[in-house]
C-alpha cells in the first residue's frame, strides 16, 4: 500500500523552484517518498479550482505518515520557506489517495 498525492502548482520562477527539488530530494528518500510522474502544462482545458495551473506531479510516500512526516519535517520547513514560497505562485491539490 502507499499514499499519493496529485498536485498542480503555477511556478512562477522555473529557476528557483529546480533548486527547491533538488534540496528536497534527500529528505523525502529520509520519509519513504518520491515523484512518480512529473509534468510541465502549457495548456489546462478544465480547473475546477481555478488557480492557474503550469505544473503537475505525483508524489508518493509509504503510507500518510510518511507524508505527514516529511511536510513537518523541519529541514524541509526551511528549505520550502526559502526556496518554494518564492517560486510558486499558487498550489491545487488535485487527489490524493492510499493506493
Request: charged share 30%; net charge neutral.
Amino acid at each position: 500500500m502507499s499514499y499519493e498525492l496529485i498536485v498542480g502548482l503555477q511556478v512562477s520562477d522555473d529557476k528557483k523552484y529546480t533548486a527547491y527539488r533538488k534540496a528536497i530530494a534527500p529528505i523525502l528518500l529520509i520519509h519513504n517518498g518520491g515523484f512518480r510522474y512529473d509534468f510541465k502544462v502549457s495548456e489546462v482545458l478544465k480547473n475546477q479550482e481555478g488557480r492557474p495551473i503550469n505544473r503537475v506531479f505525483l508524489l508518493r510516500f509509504e503510507d500518510k505518515a510518511s507524508k505527514e512526516a516529511f511536510l513537518s519535517n523541519p529541514e524541509y520547513q526551511l528549505i520550502k520557506k526559502d526556496l518554494f514560497e518564492d517560486s510558486v505562485q499558487s498550489t491545487t491539490i488535485i487527489a490524493e489517495y492510499e493506493r
